[in-house]
Antibody, heavy 113, light 107 residues
Framework: QVQLVESGGGVVQPGRSLRLSCEAS????????MHWVRQAPGKGLEWVAV????????YYGDSVKGRFTISRDNSKNTMYLQMNGLRVDDTAVYYC??????WGQGTLVTVSS | DIQMTQSPSSLSASLGDRVTITCRAS??????LVWFQQKPGKAPKSLIY???SLQGGVPARFSGSGSGTDFTLTISSLQPEDFATYYC?????????FGGGTKVEIK
């Protein structure tokens, strides 16, 4: 069965960096575009970024453009989100997703001094 | 960016009620729309994709309709497990965008 497992969340100070990982199993990872979506506490869903199946194309939401970088390693069935210059308003649960169908359970990132 | 406007933002309904949630896009998105259900502390679950196609394993009381700019999610007979927050999302063009959500509560 399809599984997406996020890791790497935690508490970090404003301005610092964090890298999230998403390990996929149960499907041919290299065939699918993959997404990051986040949800601030008590708020709605916000699309963050997407990477094409082969890693050549990447798109970002306006609020993270220039600070976050999405990448993938198809040999490891893993996607990443490098988050630099973190701000308090980046505090959220971060989900990796195939978007239309499968989502992970999320990892919490808390940005606080 | 395409804005997705969901209404209502919340509703109260009774078991067995027919419930309709609408989602309007600020520009045409063909049928590139997905509906999600989210329960507290859980990841979103996809219910409907391509505006009207039911995801596998989703009960037939859920249905979606619409194309272009106006879309609807209908629950034909509300069940206890349907009390949740529902989101629409367009995947026609980047950045993908979500509606603000509709919280369905027990009357």
């Amino acid at each position: 069965q399809v599984q997406l497992v996020e890791s790497g969340g935690g508490v970090v100070q404003p301005g610092r960096s964090l890298r999230l990982s998403c390990e996929a199993s149960g499907f041919t990872f290299s065939n699918y575009a993959m997404h990051w979506v986040r949800q601030a506490p008590g708020k709605g869903l916000e699309w963050v970024a997407v990477i094409s199946y082969d890693g050549t194309n990447k798109y970002y939401g306006d609020s993270v453009k220039g600070r976050f970088t999405i990448s993938r390693d198809n040999s490891k069935n893993t996607m990443y989100l490098q988050m630099n210059g973190l701000r308090v308003d980046d505090t959220a649960v971060y989900y990796c997703a195939r978007l239309i169908d499968y989502w992970g359970q999320g990892t919490l990132v808390t940005v606080s001094s | 960016d395409i804005q997705m406007t969901q209404s209502p933002s919340s509703l109260s309904a009774s078991l067995g009620d027919r419930v309709t949630i609408t989602c309007r896009a600020s520009q045409g998105i063909n049928d590139f729309l997905v509906w999600f259900q989210q329960k507290p502390g859980k990841a979103p679950k996809s219910l409907i994709y391509a505006a009207s196609s039911l995801q596998g394993g989703v009960p037939a009381r859920f249905s979606g309709s619409g194309s272009g700019t106006d879309f609807t999610l209908t629950i034909s007979s509300l069940q206890p497990e349907d009390f949740a927050t529902y989101y629409c999302q367009q995947y026609n063009s980047y950045p993908f965008t979500f509606g603000g959500g509709t919280k369905v509560e027990i009357k």
